[in-house]
């Protein structure tokens, strides 16, 4: 059974919707993410659900209470769901451990006290209980400010974009650390960010958002190689479009070749299999790169990735490709290598998304 | 050629002193109860209902509009028949000192909120969130988190408008109370020596305001720094 359930949820800024009927649901112990462009209503999606917003339309309901809906808005003090805000929002005023103590306000002092020395062990900063929020580097702000959203032991744990502030070396490290605290604590969480990465890395399920809906609820994976849409394929992880047409049943024909869909149909709309025109998702990781292939390309520019090259490639009949390759295989600007397709989920889209929808660097 | 004659200070010392205390008297007491009120009136104009808003600005910019030596003759006028008539207090009792304090409080709270409420103002929004995500009811938040760091930002504007309520309590001379200033004015007719007991007094004015704004000064650069 779902234990946080959003239907149809919508809130609106004087007679400005910002969210439109929001609707997935999400297990206990598990992390949702809310993934969109900024500005798509994400974060006043999480604001709604922490109760900072009232509800317009919809009914939020954490394990079966309802937290808000028609005729249903309880304040977010009483709603017992902890949450991480964007710049921490750790009180300056107090100690390290003070903070971590400020949601345990009415507990008996020892109790109280034996709760923060374990929070703040879990976050191996024991020793910085006295400390400032000032004196401490990002990444351990961060860390206390979810110490501090779990000590009264929520239902419910919100993310807003924990890591915006943080550099992308710490922002990768502390993803998977802050994963694993959830995990420990066995929190069910949502997150709400841009950042695609930070979202696959730590979310077991994501919703991609634009203008106030949802346009697709699923796994990480699922989102990267069965996007429901262009702007899902576009917006989650990179890769080019190139024109095609369907062939027959479960079979569409691209410049280089017939590609073959092992899952789901190639094409999105039915009855369309005397040759309708679609455009055909080339992720970097479908072109695989292979000397005794008898396709060639053309490497018109090149990326280095550390582990890997991304090669942007051009076709004899002029489409563009991404590639990645390992980065031993350091081929010229202007060489001409070797191809093979490798794609197991023909994704394909009827309206012509443009050449390249999803440039070398999506990433906003 | 005026001839300065200084002899009339020495003795009158134990007297201005006993003024200097009335001085402080009115201004810690109205620094104390101005920033409890004007703490108030910052909190209910920032508040959803629109009628207490707009009470708590319509105070504000009413006392903020007026010069404080009409206030205090209105109140030195007004109070005291009003104290009688509620209290019962006789005539014969003197009720300067309460109506100075009265009115002083009532007037610094004015200017007092204003800076209150750039201080709420400063300290960013997520602090309440966060607050009440932890459980907090609005009133808790307020009092254990945003108002503690809204007086450290604003400390040094506060005791700045307490060095100018230091100065603004002489004016208590139009209702011929025996604060500094007012005991040096009475020295000074009494022995013919206003200048020098005028310029004495204004030396220790000048003296006390100049060290204290000194190290508001300097405290305001600490706390730029901190930041």
């Known amino acids: 059974m779902s234990f946080l359930e959003l239907d149809g949820v919508s809130v609106a800024f004087g007679g400005h919707t910002v969210v439109a009927g929001l609707s997935f649901s999400l297990e206990a112990g598990r992390i949702g993410c809310l993934l969109g462009p900024s500005g798509c209503g994400k974060t006043t999606a999480l604001r709604a659900i922490a109760g900072f917003e009232r509800l317009a339309a919809g009914e939020v309901r954490l394990g079966g209470d309802r937290l808000g809906g028609p005729g249903v808005h309880l304040p977010p003090e009483q709603r017992r769901i902890g949450m991480v805000f964007q710049e921490h929002a750790l009180f300056p005023h107090l100690t390290v451990a003070e903070n971590v103590a400020f949601g345990l306000r009415g507990q008996e002092p020892p109790r109280r006290a034996r709760r923060v020395s374990e929070l703040l062990a879990t976050i191996g900063l024991e020793r910085q209980g006295g400390r400032y929020p000032h004196e401490l580097s990002g990444g351990q702000q961060q860390r206390v400010a979810l110490a501090r959203a779990l000590a009264p032991g929520p239902r419910l744990v919100l993310l807003d974009e924990p890591f915006a502030s943080l550099d992308a070396d710490l922002r990768e490290r502390l993803s998977l650390e802050v994963r694993e605290l959830l995990a420990a604590a066995g929190a069910t969480a949502v997150l709400v960010t841009h950042d695609q990465h930070e979202a696959f890395a730590m979310a077991d399920q994501v919703g991609v958002m634009r203008e106030g809906r949802l346009v697709q609820w699923g796994r990480p994976y699922d989102l990267y190689h069965r996007p429901g849409s262009p702007f899902v394929a576009d917006f989650v992880g990179q890769g080019v479009f190139v024109p095609g047409r369907v062939v027959g049943d479960g079979q569409v024909e691209i410049e280089l070749g017939r590609l073959r869909a092992q899952a789901p149909a190639p094409c999105p709309r039915s009855g369309c299999e005397g040759g309708c025109r679609v455009s055909v998702l080339l992720r970097p990781d479908d072109v695989v790169h292979d000397e005794g292939a008898p396709l060639r390309a053309r490497v018109v520019a090149k990326a280095f990735r550390g582990a890997e090259f991304l090669y942007t490639l051009e076709t004899a009949g002029g489409s563009r490709l991404l590639s990645l390759v390992p980065s031993h295989h350091d081929h010229a600007v202007g060489e001409s290598i070797g191809i093979r397709l490798d794609v197991d989920h023909v994704v394909a889209f009827h309206q012509p998304p443009g050449e390249t929808a999803a440039g070398p660097d999506s990433r906003p | ?227």
């Open chain 2, 1 to 227: 050629m005026y001839e300065f004659d200084w002899s009339s200070i020495r003795p009158g010392l134990p007297f201005l002193w006993k003024g200097m205390k009335v001085t402080l008297y009115i201004t810690l007491v109205a620094m104390a109860a101005g920033i409890a009120l004007g703490t108030v009136l910052a909190i209910l104009r920032m508040a959803k209902n629109r009628a207490l808003a707009w009470l708590s600005a319509a105070y504000v910019n009413t006392f903020r509009s007026i010069p404080l030596v009409m206030v205090i003759l209105w109140f030195f006028l007004l109070l005291p028949a009003v104290i009688e008539r509620i209290f019962s207090i006789s005539r014969q009792e003197d009720t300067r000192l309460t109506t100075a304090l009265v009115t002083f409080s009532l007037f610094q709270a004015a200017y007092y909120a204003e800076i209150i409420r750039a201080g709420i103002q400063s300290v960013k929004s997520g602090q309440m969130g966060a607050a009440l995500a932890l459980g907090m009811t609005n009133g808790q938040a307020m009092r254990l988190v945003v108002l503690p760091q809204a007086f450290r930002n604003m400390a040094p504007l506060l005791l700045t408008q307490t060095i100018i309520l230091f100065q603004d309590s002489s004016l208590v001379y139009v209702a011929s109370l025996a604060d500094f200033f007012g005991v040096a004015g009475i020295i000074g007719t009494r022995d013919g020596r206003q200048v020098e007991l005028y310029l004495f007094a204004g030396a220790v004015y000048f003296v006390a305001c100049f060290i204290l704004s000194s190290l508001v000064k300097r405290w305001q650069n600490r706390l730029k720094g901190h930041a």
